[in-house]
């Protein structure tokens, strides 16, 4: 049949007569080759979604790329999955206004010289603490699935307002960008997205309690219970579209909230010392369920100090060519050595999203 192609691309939901499509489908997720095939009044008793349409997955729409995966992967566990994450995802909107203090978890003798140096200080921290430059949607855009959140209520605020930290605080609450990513979300019904809530930085139980009521009222019924098998082919069915990892013993009380997710950090300023950890790691065995392998570099004092005109940015572009060589090696399942989550930093400044996607390839049986 000519033009086959046309098909692995996501068609107008309308009719001939260009009245929207009813969808009937009862639950069963939507695909665009099989909802054109049943349109044209076509049928077939066994379609291997992979074999009819070529396109590697690389070359799927980032944006819609859940949607869009070959059913022969719509039963496998996420978790079995490679999924591609941005670490300390919101630091965008570190606030450069010298508003934020330096946050609570730095040095000692880096609060005192903030304090005193400020003017020479800060544009060091806002060099090595930016991690990703984009906002939250256009990761999402760019086909982020897994967001690193870490979570701080301000030193001295007598508000309850929550916000994100990495070096100095951002300029936008947590509610802003949770209701960001819902927006984002209600627009690509069938993407599924990871939210990470972590290192958390002066909270009380009673901002525990506030930041859970949040979530809970932002996603409602888009929260993925605990207790569901996580396959996509399940989580459409639900109407499932936010798993959430909450790094606290709150998450006894809480149907909705999942338990920390694992986060390998190597903890390694060098791309091949990092590649040197992973792989003992991954001799070990992986963690069940849900886990991230980070291939974030981390910088120490000698070393930031050692190179003086560099920025995190610098040094994480430099060794992306090396770190997504060892990426494009690995291998998703639930075997030994197997990834899940790949998180790095300015995610959408290389091919870092679409290699990690393409390692789902591995997974499929494809036939010639």
């Not at 068609?11 to 909802?35: E, I």
């Amino acid at each position: 049949m000519a033009g086959l192609e046309h098909l692995c691309q996501r068609p107008s939901l309308k009719n001939k007569d260009n009245s929207p499509v009813q969808d009937t489908s009862a639950g069963v997720a939507y695909h665009p080759f099989l909802f054109e095939m049943s349109r044209l009044g076509l049928k077939m008793s066994s379609v291997v979604l992979s074999d009819v349409c070529e396109v590697p997955l690389k070359d799927l729409p980032l944006d819609n790329w859940m949607a869009h995966l070959p059913n022969a992967l719509w039963d496998i566990p996420l978790c079995n999955l490679s999924i591609p994450g941005s670490h300390n995802a919101i630091t965008y909107c570190l606030d450069k206004n010298d508003r934020s203090p330096v946050d609570l978890t730095q040095p000692d003798m880096l609060q005192k010289l903030d304090k005193y140096m400020k003017p020479l200080i800060r544009p060091f921290v806002y060099k090595w603490a930016i991690a990703q430059e984009c906002t939250v949607k256009e990761q999402l855009d760019c086909g982020v699935r897994y967001c690193d959140l870490r979570i701080a209520h301000r030193p001295n605020d007598s508000s309850t307002d929550l916000y994100f930290y990495h070096g100095v605080y951002t300029t936008i609450t947590v509610e802003t960008v949770l209701k960001e990513i819902r927006e984002w979300l209600d627009a690509h019904p069938r993407e599924v997205v990871i939210l990470s809530f972590s290192h958390f930085l002066g909270l009380s139980q009673e901002l525990h309690n506030m930041l859970i009521s949040t979530i809970k009222n932002v996603f409602a019924a888009k929260l993925c219970l605990k207790s569901v098998p996580v396959t996509l082919r399940n989580l459409w069915s639900k109407g499932f579209q936010v798993i959430i990892s909450y790094e606290h013993n709150v998450v006894n009380c809480h149907s909705e909230l999942w338990s920390h997710i694992p986060y390998w950090w190597a903890n390694k300023s060098k791309a091949e010392a990092l590649i040197e950890e992973f792989e003992r790691r991954k001799q070990r065995g992986r963690p069940a369920g849900f886990f991230v392998t980070g291939i974030n570099l981390t910088e120490d004092l000698k070393y930031i100090c050692s190179h003086p005109t560099e920025s995190l940015k610098d040094m994480v572009m430099s060794t992306y060519p090396t770190l997504l060589a060892w990426v494009k090696e690995q291998r998703p399942g639930s075997n030994t050595g197997s990834i899940n989550i790949i998180a790095g930093d300015f995610v959408t400044e290389s091919q870092f999203v679409p290699t990690v996607i393409a390692l789902n390839e591995k997974l499929l049986k494809r036939t010639s």
